[in-house]
């Protein structure tokens, strides 16, 4: 049984930094890619930042320069070092793991920047 256990989320003032973990275990088919969605208070989910197993990444351009993703594929795991946070990235932060055939998602972390 797949299970992605998220970490890291809090509460922080405007210009400061937090960092997200996610780690995945049980059994998966082959990982392509990693990543980190968003859902602010009424709006859609968004692709944050991604990564494949190879080290490509792809940003948001709204995080682009402040956010950084990064993976320990022993561990399978996968971080998203958030810097120079800003009101609008308030948000609940969900995990996703592609494993080639089914996208897995984790229960999500708040994620609140205070002005």
């Known amino acids: 049984q797949v299970q992605l256990v998220e970490s890291g989320g809090g509460l922080v003032q405007s210009g400061g930094s937090l960092r997200l973990s996610c780690a995945a275990s049980?059994?998966?088919?082959?990982?392509?890619?990693m990543g980190w969605y968003r859902q602010p208070p009424g709006k859609q989910r968004e692709l944050v930042a991604s990564i494949t197993t190879g080290g490509s990444t792809n940003y948001a351009d709204s995080v682009k320069g402040r956010f950084t993703i990064s993976r320990d594929n022993a561990k399978n795991t996968v971080y998203l070092q958030m810097n120079s946070l800003k009101p609008e990235d308030t948000a609940v932060y969900y995990c996703n793991v592609a494993d080639g055939l089914y996208g897995y998602w984790g229960q999500g972390t708040q994620v609140t920047v205070s002005s």
């Open positions: 049980g059994t998966f088919f082959a990982i392509v890619a």
